[in-house]
């Protein structure tokens, strides 16, 4: 069985984004419909990160993702993010092809952000961004955003780190023509805003009603885990929240701090069996799923055998 490295993986998804965001809008269809399943994400912890397995089916494909997410490896110059996704075919059990799983996992998030943002956005028009993180994931996200919205004018940036945001803002002016400026708060950077990205392991709400401008709408990235959490509680307030999987985000998402709200899943929206949420004020609880994986890890196979 071959095994794809980080390079290789991430030559057959640079320049794919339009494909990928698809990809995920096809996997959420047929999940809403019966066609994908999977079970939420197990976590195994330490005491310096956790290890997460997530095994899915997505018709003839399935699989399953072994990943470790430890955040203080940057101190040793480390990835934060290891992993294997391995794929069967779902007919026979036989092995069809393992590859690391850094990289496609950043890519499936940002196009799921993307894919969110499509649907959520109040009148589906989005000019200014506003990401809370610099780090590789935000630099992923705006691949997609523009990928997804052409007349992106206005990019607004924060980071506890000047260096992570200056970094990112100088990519950003080499990869686009929009205004780019980095806040000193987030209150500076989402004032008259269309789409706030949250990217940061915060375990503390930082973004709520007295920092938030409105109207608005948020993707919520950066709790993934249980004990992680980027928004306090007065948000809810004003926002209609949509969840990526129920039990998952109950768990290990925003969803896990305020478990009696409602709720429509990001499936129901895409297949318009809930209706109305792009005219409110909205708020995407992104856990990262099962099916994304599986859907980009056939994605990239398929790429795979077409090259070779």
Request: hydrophobic share 35%; aromatic share 8%; net charge negative.
């Amino acid at each position: 069985m071959q095994h794809l490295s980080e390079s290789q993986v991430a030559s057959y998804l640079e320049g794919n984004e339009k494909r990928i965001i698809q990809q995920m809008e096809d996997v959420f269809r047929d999940y809403h419909n019966g066609g994908a399943k999977m079970i939420p994400k197990t976590y195994l912890s330490t005491d310096k990160g956790d290890f997460r397995a997530m095994p899915a089916q997505w018709g003839d494909v399935s699989g399953i993702k072994w990943v470790s997410v430890f955040p203080k490896n940057h101190t040793l110059k480390l990835p934060t993010i290891h992993g294997t996704l391995l794929l069967n075919n779902s007919r026979t059990g036989q092995s069809i092809i393992s590859m690391d799983c850094a990289t496609l996992t950043a890519y499936r998030t940002a196009a799921v952000s993307a894919l969110a943002a499509k649907y959520l956005t109040i009148n589906s028009t989005v000019r200014t961004l506003t990401f809370i993180g610099c780090g590789y994931q935000a630099k992923l996200h705006m691949l997609m955003y523009a990928a997804m919205f052409p007349n992106i004018e206005h990019i607004k940036l924060y980071d506890k780190s000047s260096a992570r945001g200056n970094k990112f803002k100088q990519w950003l002016q080499f990869e686009t023509d929009a205004k780019c400026d980095i806040y000193e708060s987030v209150q500076s950077a989402c004032i008259c805003t269309d789409v706030i990205t949250t990217l940061t392991p915060s375990i503390e709400g930082y973004l709520g009603l007295d920092e938030i401008e409105h109207p608005f709408h948020i993707n919520a990235v950066g709790a993934d885990a249980a004990g992680k959490r980027e928004l306090k509680d007065d948000i809810w307030k004003e926002s209609a929240l949509v969840v990526d999987d129920p039990v998952q985000a109950s768990h290990s998402g925003e969803l896990q701090y305020n478990k009696e709200l409602p709720y429509a899943t990001l499936a129901d929206i895409i297949t318009d069996r809930v209706t109305g949420y792009s005219h409110k004020q909205t708020i995407f609880d992104s856990t990262g799923l099962a099916i994304e994986d599986i859907a980009i890890g056939k994605l990239i196979h398929e790429e795979h055998h077409q090259r070779n």
